[in-house]
């Protein structure tokens, strides 16, 4: 494997687009080409399968099929887009990969890890992010900047409880894998929250080079 795979993580309204946008900016300016992509989407059918999962319309959506197409539009978005970038060297930033599925889908809907972990191996081969950093804040602050942004999807209208719990799965997740999870504080301001990040980016590069 040749190049270096990045991802963003947390839940709701932590400005992970932001901020894998700004990363982007800062490894361009390195001299890196970077693939900035997004689950669920990154390509045309992995785009669809995301307006199935968002769309308010389908509230009866059972935890199975929802996660079932997660991992679908998943594939399609490691062949399509991750895999290659990776196998020409590039550094890939996603704005969200497996974590979400292990954190939304196993804590927030209780599906048994075991086979979201299954699933994960047939749908990515276990592909991990070389790094993965978790934006973190308070689920009232989260879903008040989404709602600001009048951003309302199936997923952001879930009581506090299930946010609750995804945003603790997150947190156990990067106690468990603490040299791949790294936990950045995000209830400042964008440009505070970018240095953070940018900071621990550039020590994972250096730690590459040494
Ligand atoms: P976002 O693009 O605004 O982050 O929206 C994606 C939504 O989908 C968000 O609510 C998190 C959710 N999600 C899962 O539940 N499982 C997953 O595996 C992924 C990638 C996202």
Do not use: W
Not at 186 to 197: A, L, M, N, P, Q
Request: hydrophobic residues 40%; glycine residues 8%.
């Amino acid at each position: 494997m040749k190049g270096l795979f990045i991802s963003l993580e947390g839940i709701e309204g932590t400005g992970k687009s932001t901020q894998a946008d700004l990363l982007a900016v800062h490894f361009r300016k390195k001299g890196f080409t970077v693939v900035k992509t997004a689950e669920p989407g990154g390509t045309r059918i992995s785009l669809k399968i995301r307006e199935l999962l968002l769309s308010t319309d389908n509230m009866n959506m059972a935890p199975l099929t929802e996660l079932l197409l997660y991992n679908a539009a998943r594939v399609q978005h490691v062949k399509e887009i991750i895999m290659p970038a990776i196998q020409r060297g590039d550094v890939v930033i996603t704005d969200r990969f497996s974590d979400s599925t292990m954190a939304y889908q196993g804590f927030g809907r209780g599906i048994d890890p075991k086979l979201i972990d299954s699933l994960d191996l047939i749908a990515t081969g276990r592909l991990r992010p070389h790094l993965t950093i978790l934006l973190d804040v308070d689920v009232a602050t989260g879903l008040r900047r989404n709602r600001a942004a009048d951003k309302i999807d199936r997923l952001e209208l879930e009581e506090i409880s299930f946010h609750e719990r995804v945003r603790e799965g997150f947190i156990s997740m990067a106690a468990k894998e603490p040299e791949r999870i790294r936990l950045v504080d995000c209830s400042g301001d964008i440009e505070t929250v970018h240095k953070k990040v940018v900071g621990l980016a550039d020590t994972f590069l250096d730690g590459l080079r040494t």
